[in-house]
């Protein structure tokens, strides 16, 4: 399995963050795990690693969950896509979420850059398949 070089992790949730890291750790998906806790965070981060700031590696990789206090997934897909095509369009972006009510699947699919949605948190299948797949 190819490892990549940075993987992106937004989510609000710690439980689930320290999980999905163990696991992407365990099986040696990245160079480097970064987290942020929502979607601002992420943002920024984005905008640094976009402009090629050396301590913002930029993501091959990122899993953004729905529910979030202070900005949550949708909102932050909405800002993700402003960005110029050419940043976004090196990086796969895939869902996160623990409810996955018809309404949000349905409002997802306004957001071509999130290429499939999985529940949290991940398993191990899910990582295999997306790397596989994408990478």
């Known amino acids: 399995m190819r490892q990549l070089r940075t993987i992106l992790l937004i989510d609000d949730d710690e439980t689930t963050n320290y999980l999905n890291h163990r696991l992407l750790s365990?099986?040696?998906?990245?160079?480097?795990?970064?987290?942020?806790?929502?979607?601002?965070?992420?943002?920024?981060?984005?905008?640094?690693?976009?402009?090629?700031?050396?301590?913002?590696?930029r993501p091959d990789l990122i899993f953004v969950d729905i529910k979030m206090s202070v900005m949550d997934g949708f909102e932050f897909l909405?800002?993700?896509?402003?960005?110029?095509?050419?940043?976004?369009?090196?990086?796969?972006?895939?869902?996160l979420t623990s409810s996955a009510s018809f309404y949000d699947l349905e409002k997802l699919k306004q957001f071509p850059e999130v290429l499939k949605h999985y529940s949290k948190p991940l398993a191990e299948a899910d990582v295999r398949e997306i790397i596989e797949e994408h990478f």
């Open 78 to 95: 909405e800002e993700y896509q402003k960005f110029d095509e050419a940043d976004k369009n090196q990086t796969i972006m895939m869902m």
């Open 26 to 57: 365990r099986m040696n998906t990245a160079e480097e795990i970064r987290v942020v806790t929502n979607g601002e965070e992420a943002l920024d981060y984005l905008e640094k690693a976009f402009a090629g700031v050396e301590s913002y590696p």
